[in-house]
């Protein structure tokens, strides 16, 4: 079992920048891709960003390619997600999820889940 733990959220006037954090806890840290999701009120879960397990490899959802950056410290088995030039449209909660292959899109691929965390970005 992996449990994982995200924090950072709040909100934040449009234009503005948010961290969100990550923590692992469980299994070896380093065995997993790591990816980040976010979900809308009234809306499914969609991809934002994965990142391999060494932290060389990362990709972005379109929609925040340019303006999230993700990374993650192995030291301290936490993955980061940078964001800038946040948008009203990125107001959702957001969830870091470990799976055992970088470069999926798709909740399913991913086995461990976090509570979530809530972003609110106001115009």
């Known amino acids: 079992q992996v449990q994982l733990v995200e924090s950072g959220g709040g909100s934040v006037q449009a234009g503005g920048s948010m961290r969100l954090s990550c923590t692992a806890s469980?299994?070896?840290?380093?065995?997993?891709?790591m990816g980040w999701f976010r979900q809308a009120p009234g809306e499914d879960r969609h991809f934002v960003a994965t990142?391999?397990?060494?932290?060389?490899?990362?990709w972005y959802s379109d929609i925040v390619k340019g303006r999230f950056t993700c990374s993650r410290d192995n030291t301290k088995s936490t993955v980061y997600l940078n964001m800038n030039s946040l948008k009203p449209e990125d107001t959702a909660v957001y969830y870091c999820?470990?799976?055992?292959?970088?470069?999926?899109?798709?909740?399913?691929?991913?086995?461990?889940w976090g509570q979530g965390t809530q972003v609110t970005v106001s115009s």
């Open positions: 999820a470990a799976g055992p292959i970088y470069g999926r899109e798709t909740m399913s691929d991913y086995h461990y």
């Open positions: 469980g299994r070896t840290f380093t065995d997993y891709a």
């Open positions: 990142i391999s397990q060494s932290g060389r490899l990362t």
